[in-house]
């Protein structure tokens, strides 16, 4: 089965500044290479073949540098936004590219994570969206996840910016927003 993945790579990466004024978060270089490219080369790793890159924030150089994506293994498709639209408004504008199990990533996030694995999970439990999680020692610095005792279910969220949302609100609320293209 075919696993498609949207890339988020839109951001301003206003924390990283001065380093981001001009240039894209995403062509931040680590160990040599570029954020995103260490994600592309890992969704290439667990066989993604179609990515969908999410633009905003000087969105011609990211799509300069990495082209239709084919020195990475990947077929690279770009959706550039006059305005940012978050997460569920950039993968909602996807919606009709995006026909089956797909996953979401960022681009400017370096991350290990057995993305096989993760959709194996997802398609197992026959699950509408799969959050694949990571404990870190201050977790109020990125959102705080809160799971039901067996760990499938979120009950609450919280990103740095918010307070704690309602419970089921996370999942639901983007569910809808990703459907109505919001």
């Not at 949207?6 to 990283?16: D, F, I, K, N, Y």
């Not at 011609?60 to 498709?77: A, C, K, M, N, T």
């Not at 639209?85 to 400017?108: H, P, Y």
Request: glycine share 10%; aromatic share 8%.
């Amino acid at each position: 089965m075919t696993v498609k993945a949207v890339v988020m790579a839109g951001g301003e990466g206003t924390r990283l500044r001065p380093l981001t004024c001009n240039r894209p978060k995403p062509l931040a270089t680590v160990a040599g290479r570029p954020i995103m490219e260490h994600s592309l080369l890992l969704l290439r790793d667990h066989g993604v073949t179609d990515a969908y890159a999410t633009l905003y924030y000087l969105a011609e150089d990211v799509q300069h540098y990495f082209g239709d994506g084919r020195e990475w293994g990947i077929s690279l498709h770009y959706s550039v936004e006059d305005t940012p639209l978050g997460t569920a408004g950039s993968v909602g504008r996807l919606r009709e590219s995006l026909d089956e199990t797909f996953l979401i990533v960022s681009g400017d996030a370096l991350t290990d994570f057995d993305l096989s694995a993760a959709a194996a999970f997802h398609r197992e439990r026959g699950s509408w969206a799969t959050l694949v999680l990571t404990r870190v020692p201050e977790p109020l610095e990125y959102g705080v996840v809160i799971t039901g005792a067996d760990g499938t279910k979120t009950v609450r969220y919280a990103s740095p910016s918010s307070s704690i949302t309602k419970p089921s609100t996370a999942v639901p609320g983007a569910e809808r927003a990703i459907r109505a293209g919001e």
